[in-house]
DNA sequence: GATGAATGAGCGTTCATTCAT
DNA sequence: AATGAATGAACGCTCATTCAT
């Protein structure tokens, strides 16, 4: 199996943690607590109660608790821009690599067994429900002057871009790129928590609901850009 | 001038702060506050500072900040609906009326003189800023059964409705209606924080930038609807 | 007995602990465990042990331990003063108040019984333990700004009134009055932990010792300013 | 040039930083972090950072950051010392070695061009904003045991020793050359942060302030011995 | 001898909340 | 109804220090 890991902004870390023992557990355990307690109850005292070592220790790999969530959603977002590389680089039409893109973004995830310390059913269950703290905070705009948003950007331009090869006269591809992207997250937490929000049923099974916000998504793009 | 109120759901206060000087104040104060400080900053200590009362009074009319939080949106989505309902209820034409709530959605918002103690300006940039917070919680469930959400979900249904009006056979009217309703707000936050992320341009008069919103908004929503 | 108790400037405190029994045991118990446990050691956790009270309430009365170190030091140097002026006000002639006064600082201190919880002897060896702490801070010219060392500013300006009554032409009547001050705790201090640094002897008995410290400090004071 | 280094008490360090390129790199940016910092905020994370060495590093030649203190004022003491004696020497005067040795004391401070690594100006206002809190604390007596404080004690024999040549019969020699040790450092303090504790005027320039600092101790001293 | 990694301990502070008046 | 006082709980963070290499 290729060793494969995603060279992440370094400002997300003060040690990257894939490359220590520590670091690794740092990454695996705080994914399995955020995903079990949310992230305004996780913290770095439970975090290194949990992975049996010393709070310090935590704060040698992360600034605080904000900029791990940054950097467990940068690297989801990471994931998702290789996977659709990875589902788009043997096409060659427009529409066919645009349509492989949202299918990425709106299949159901699975264990990707390529990094081992990484469970990315719960990591996208963490972005479904706390993502939108990485940006709603008074710090954002140093963030963003850091780079911390690279990979959300990142992925929003490959969106916009395959958009605007389909599309090249829509003016408003990085709108409609973050909002599908934002969207697709959003209506998987509606549909389990807000359900009146959402038209997918939350009694069908997973592989339909999925189905039916990749026919949502895929419409509102194809049909508002024009095709 | 008309005496109104909006009736917001009565589990969201313990007291009703409308009827009340205090109340009143409350309301007013918590407006300036959270938009100066952020809701992660906002304390009802620095609020009973705020209005020389003591934090005890204010848990007479709100059992925490994050109710008041939900107060407060709640007032928002109400505020919006009504304005929509004025907009809305001389045209006869389905399309005309998706667009005038469009319109009301997407416009820049200006102090409303019908309601003397809010700040419909500074409301919005909180609403803008921190309204996701209201439902990514570990209560968000709960929050829901006690139908914290009502305004909110009412003003999607009345713009779902509008929807299923124009294109009865579309079938994801309350889906498309949140992520318009979400995104809208999301752009306006974009444009200032994480311009990469949408198509308008800071540089851009305030009223360029909601047309462009708006243009972006109505053309999602029409050609996905079909028309 | 007259009910008497020191004015102290208001910055000193978050809420005067003269007038609530706890701020009175805070005032009580805080000069026991300084006295024991010395400054650093001191903490406010410690102390509300002591008290069997919260952290968070004595926070309620006092900034910080500096701040409340400042308080003591300041009500230290207040009751000195008052003891000056009552030692003084029958005295007619300078050259005997002055003695008057340089033997009120140089005195053995022993409790007074006007001042039900504050143990004066204590209290005492923090000052001569702990005092300079006061001002060697990089807070020492906000502080002064704020007043805070107005209880020792004033002490040291009533001596020098003093000197200058007795020898009007002398140019460092402060900065003889300031370096009795602190040369008469300082002497203390050494005479136990340094006694390389003084000439009074450790195993004098008490009595002896400030006997002696007080010949040194009068005839410094007296010679210097020539009578 | 003479390469001339003082010996100070070996227990004042774990490894002599004088003999190697980084114990040298210790003592420069220790003494620029100190003067920058104040040292409460001085800590060897800080100073590993800035000579771009480990934190573990420096514990190679200190064993805390006391005891660096302690090293950086006996070394001081000891540059006093070695002054006072270059300025003696070559007088037979009891008065005016006196004299020559309060100048040394009380003479605005360098650089000496002798002691490479070590910036002389920066490390006087060191002594003068730190210098007591290498003995107002709870290790005082067992610092005094180990002989920390050699340094200033030998230079305050120095100077109680030709106090004595004056004045054989005066009896409290070592307590006046402590005070006057300290008083001159304090006044200084004093004048730039607590200017109502001294006459010295904050606006002239450092020659006139030195000058009247010289006057007020050389009075005090003379006039005290009964000369 | 020098360093990178790790850690135990605890500090200062704040918050949300309750209780008695 | 409104408030002043008090508090339990925990958070974020840093420091001094040790250990293994």
Redesign the interface.
């Known amino acids: 199996m290729a060793d494969i890991s995603f060279r992440v902004n370094s400002k997300l870390f003060v040690r990257d943690p894939q490359h220590t023992d520590l670091g690794q557990r740092i990454i695996k355990h705080s994914i399995d607590l955020i995903d079990k307690l ?1 992230f ?2 996780f913290t770095f005292r439970k975090l290194a109660d949990q992975i049996e070592s010393a709070e310090a220790s935590v704060y040698r790999y992360f600034e605080n608790k904000h900029r791990l969530l940054h950097y467990l959603t940068a690297w989801y977002w990471n994931w998702l821009n290789y996977r659709i590389d990875i589902a788009t680089n043997s096409l060659s039409d427009g529409s066919l690599r645009l349509k492989a893109a949202i299918k990425v973004i709106t299949d159901p995830k699975i264990e990707d067994p390529r990094f081992e310390f990484v469970n990315e059913v719960a990591l996208h269950r963490i972005v479904v ?2 993502m ?2 990485t ?4 710090w ?2 140093n963030d ?1 002057e850091e780079g911390l ?1 690279w990979g ?2 990142s992925l ?2 490959k969106l916009s871009g395959f958009i605007n090869i389909v599309s090249p006269g829509y ?9 599908v992207l ?2 697709t997250h ?2 998987l ?2 549909l389990i ?2 359900p ?5 049923k939350k009694k069908d099974d997973l592989s339909v609901q999925h189905q ?1 916000l990749q ?2 998504i895929e ?2 793009v194809f ?2 850009i ?1 095709c």
Chains 1, 2, 3, 4 share one sequence.
């Open positions: 949310g305004e109850d429900a706390e939108e703290k940006y709603l905070t008074k954002v705009d963003n948003f959300f950007n929003c331009h003016s408003f591809a990085n709108s409609l790129a973050s909002t934002l969207a959003q209506q937490f509606f928590h807000l009146g929000l959402s038209d997918m039916q026919t949502f419409e509102m049909r508002t024009g």
